[in-house]
């Protein structure tokens, strides 16, 4: 199957490889990553062949964490508050 956030490759020796593969974003998760990564995880399950799993990140970095652009479209800060008014007990200082 292909992929478009994800590199995935089984090596000689039923080492397969997953790689991370948005370096411009650092390697950070999209929907889309989060959707690719879980389908080479199944893929590597179903193959008898795989021994081991390798993740991996392209470029310089393993992978910055969610991406923040893609998970909240338009940054996000439209969203903090609702999150906010979700969290009990509201925190009274000392």
Same mark, same amino acid.
């Given at each position: 199957m292909a992929y478009e956030d994800i590199i995935y490759s089984v090596e000689n020796e039923g080492i397969a490889v997953i790689t991370l593969n948005r370096p411009d974003a650092m390697n950070a998760?999209? +929907? /889309?990553? +989060?959707a690719? *990564?879980?389908q080479t995880i199944d893929e590597a399950? /179903?193959?008898d062949a795989v021994r081991m799993l390798v993740i991996t990140g392209a470029s310089r970095g *393993?992978?910055?964490g969610d991406d923040a652009k893609s998970i909240f479209p338009g940054g996000g800060a439209t969203h903090a508050p609702a999150f906010m008014e979700k969290r009990e007990p509201k925190f009274q200082g000392r």
């Open positions: 998760l999209s +929907h /889309r990553t +989060h690719e *990564f879980a399950n /179903r193959d *393993f992978c910055s």
